[in-house]
């Protein structure tokens, strides 16, 4: 049952990057390394990979993997996510454009 006299919840739209809505430092950073790191983890789920395998591909610990698939991307840098890429055999290509106003200074998209 549906009641009428509810209090309107107060909400805020989302700028589309939480980390600048938290008013966290390098918010921009923190939200370009999280987009790579969650390409990353797909990859990683959809190649069904343990842990020990993702440690010896990406030449890294185990328990930094253990960051990279609990999400605690802000543990690596972007070079490093960069390099976990090529790893896995992507292709990385940046792009540089002029900005305008309104729109992030980083931007992450991800091909076919």
């Given at each position: ?23 966290l ?35 890294i ?6 960051h ?29 454009s ?15």
């Amino acid at each position: 049952m549906r009641d009428d006299n509810r209090e309107p919840i107060d909400c805020e739209e989302s700028s589309g990057n939480v980390f600048a809505d938290l008013g966290l430092d390098d918010a921009e950073g923190l939200y370009t390394r999280a987009k790579i790191g969650i390409h990353i983890h797909k990859i990683i789920v959809s190649r069904k990979l343990k842990q020990r395998e993702i440690a010896s591909l990406l030449s890294i610990k185990q328990s930094e993997v253990s960051h990279l698939m609990n999400g605690h991307f802000s543990q690596f840098t972007s070079d490093k996510l960069l390099d976990f890429l090529k790893r896995l055999d992507q292709k990385v290509t940046i792009q540089i454009s002029p900005h305008k106003p309104g729109e992030p200074f980083q931007e992450v998209g991800f091909g076919l």
